[in-house]
């Protein structure tokens, strides 16, 4: 079966970059896009970016740009996910999902990983 | 980016009503929604696709509906498991914007 194994909790200080891995299995790694979402405590889910898993293409919300950048390793079927300059309203829990690719169309997040939760903090 | 305004924020029903859920998008995004359900400390849970398509494995209480800009969310007969946060998301042109999120809370 499909799954997503995100890397563990980080604790950074203001400033510092964060690198949050999303190993997956289960599946034809070129079949599914990968998306980001954070969410911060008590907060509501936000969309970060995509990727996609066969070409250099992303498409990050524009909150994020400049400072998240995307990338993935096919041949060890992880994806990841680097912010930087981090601040306090960074800390949230930060979500991998996958949407399955089609030619004619979109299609929605599907599977999830578990989550990292990041800590910002001086 | 699309916005998507979600309401209302927090609604208070009891077991067995039926409830629903708006959605706007601040553009057209055809029927590109999905709606999630989460509970405290979980993973979101998809439950809707396409507007008003059925996820597998989803009881059929829960119901879409939409095209462009308004969507909602029905679930008719609520049931005790189902108070939780619901979030739209409109998922076109490679992009997915969530609303603010619905409580479902027990009356």
């Known amino acids: 079966q499909v799954q997503l194994v995100q890397s563990g909790a980080e604790v950074k200080r203001p400033g510092a970059s964060v690198k949050v891995s999303c190993k997956t299995s289960g599946y034809t790694f070129s079949d599914y896009d990968i998306t980001w979402v954070r969410q911060a405590p008590g907060q509501g889910l936000e969309w970060m970016g995509w990727?996609?898993?066969?070409?250099?293409?992303?498409n990050y919300a524009q909150k994020f740009q400049g400072r998240v950048t995307m990338t993935k390793s096919a041949s060890m079927r992880t994806a990841y996910m680097e912010v930087t300059g981090l601040r306090s309203d960074d800390a949230a829990i930060y979500y991998c999902?996958?949407?399955?690719?089609?030619?004619?169309?979109?299609?929605?997040?599907?599977?999830w990983g578990q989550g990292t939760p990041v800590s910002v903090s001086s | 980016d699309i916005q998507m305004t979600q309401s209302p924020s927090t609604l208070f029903a009891s077991i067995g009503d039926t409830v629903s859920i708006n959605c706007r998008a601040s553009q057209s995004v055809s029927d590109w929604v999905a709606w999630f359900q989460q509970k405290p400390g979980k993973v979101p849970k998809l439950l809707i696709y396409?507007?008003?398509s059925l996820e597998g494995g989803i009881p059929s209480r829960f119901g879409g509906s939409g095209f462009g800009t308004d969507f909602t969310l029905t679930i008719n007969s609520l049931q005790p498991e189902d108070f939780a946060t619901y979030y739209c998301?409109?998922?076109?042109?490679?992009?997915?914007?969530f609303g603010e999120g619905t409580k479902v809370e027990i009356k």
């Open positions: 998301q409109q998922y076109s042109f490679y992009s997915g914007t």
């Open positions: 396409r507007a008003s």
């Open positions: 999902a996958l949407s399955y690719r089609t030619s004619s169309g979109y299609n929605p997040l599907t599977y």
């Open positions: 990727m996609s898993p066969i070409s250099d293409n992303a």
